[in-house]
Nanobody, 123 residues
Framework: QVQLVESGGGLVQAGGSLRLSCAASGRTFSNYIMGWFRQAPGKEREFVAA????????NYADSVKGRFTISRDNAKNTVYLQMSSLKSEDTASYYCATNTRWGLWMPDTYNGWGQGTQVTVSS
């Protein structure tokens, strides 16, 4: 069992930056692949980024490549999402979750969802 809590969201202007955090407790953090997802009102939850157990591999949705960076600090049981050059299309609730197999990007393959943190980008 793992518990996840997202934080760091807020209201920003287009072109701005935010750093989201996901703090984990419970089972050993390094045992899990970590993913970030987002969901806008009326839309399905979509994959944003994932990072392997020790950070050696990352994967990003095409829509955020070059703008978002996922990282993790296993000593702090925390995964981060640095978001830059934000666009109105990035407005959504952002969630983190866990997986145990690399190469899976669909939300229904992940577990331990937190409550999410809202990111709103104004134009």
């Amino acid at each position: 069992q793992v518990q996840l809590v997202e934080s760091g969201g807020g209201l920003v202007q287009a072109g701005g930056s935010l750093r989201l955090s996901c703090a984990a407790s419970g089972r050993t953090f390094s045992n899990y692949i970590m993913g970030w997802f987002r969901q806008a009102p009326g839309k399905e939850r979509e994959f944003v980024a994932a990072i392997s157990y020790y950070g050696g591999r990352t994967n990003y949705a095409d829509s955020v490549k070059g703008r978002f960076t996922i990282s993790r600090d296993n000593a702090k049981n925390t995964v981060y999402l640095q978001m830059s050059s934000l666009k109105s299309e990035d407005t959504a609730s952002y969630y983190c979750a866990t997986n145990t197999r690399w190469g899976l990007w669909m939300p229904d393959t992940y577990n331990g969802w937190g409550q999410g943190t809202q990111v709103t980008v104004s134009s």
